[in-house]
């Protein structure tokens, strides 16, 4: 973890008791580029709330260090995005794996086009919920959520990969969560935490539970 005084280590005296357990056993640096170099992530995840935080030199430092650098600039809105996926796409000669915390048009780069993803709690929190509520669990545990992950990624098909879309696109936003809800469920189900009785098919159940806006006609 890097913030506005540099690297998270453990020789820092200005951490509070919840980033300690983050303190990344490392020498002092207030350079992000040369952690980078130094550490090698494989991801940056800005939570910065300061746009333009992935500079070019940042992003080329990842190109230089991965096949396909995950760069997620999460901060919004638009304008405190740690940087653009235009940036990113040709900062990083269209390697980069994008997603932002706001949504972006798509981009242009070297002849193809991509379609930079919006990291959203929508596509989880919703469909968790909805196993919940179905399933009437007794309890909530890592594992749902874990398998809620996968199940939204599985939804992404070769040619949206292809084309730098790492979420469902957020027009079938209805059908994804049913497909992660009963993924979901089935987990339930599995770890015995359900208050209800299994039906031969996790994904008609969940439907069958689907809040349907429909207004009775009283005349």
């Known amino acids: 973890m890097f913030d506005v005084n540099g690297l998270l280590e453990p020789s820092r005296k200005d951490l509070f008791d919840f980033q300690k357990p983050y303190a990344h056993p490392h020498a002092p640096t207030r350079d992000f ?9 494989t991801a940056i995840i800005g939570v910065s709330t300061v746009g333009k935080t992935f500079t070019r030199q940042v992003v080329e430092a990842m190109g230089r260090l991965n096949d396909r650098p995950i760069i997620f600039a999460l901060s919004n809105p638009t304008e405190h995005a740690e940087c653009t996926p235009e940036e990113a796409y040709q900062w990083s000669k269209g390697k980069a794996l994008y997603a932002s915390g706001v949504q972006f048009p798509p981009v242009s780069y070297g002849g193809q086009t991509f379609l930079p993803g919006q990291a959203n709690n929508l596509y989880i929190f919703p469909a968790v919920g909805m196993a919940i509520y179905a399933t009437q669990t007794k309890r909530v545990t890592d594992e749902m959520f874990i398998e809620a992950a996968h199940a939204l990624a599985d939804q992404v098909t070769p040619k949206e990969l292809v084309q730098g ?6 027009s079938g936003i209805l059908e994804t969560e049913i497909k992660v809800a009963a993924r979901v469920a089935k987990v339930v189900f599995d770890s015995n935490l359900t ?3 299994r039906p031969d098919d ?10 349907k806006p429909e207004y009775r006609d009283f005349v």
Not at 33 to 41: D, G, L, M, R
Not at 165 to 170: G, H, I, T, V
């Open 33 to 41: 580029v040369a952690a980078i170099e130094s550490i090698k992530p």
């Open 165 to 170: 879309l790492l979420y469902p696109p957020q």
């Open 195 to 197: 208050r209800v009785d």
């Open 202 to 211: 996790c994904e008609a159940f969940i439907r069958s539970c689907v809040y």
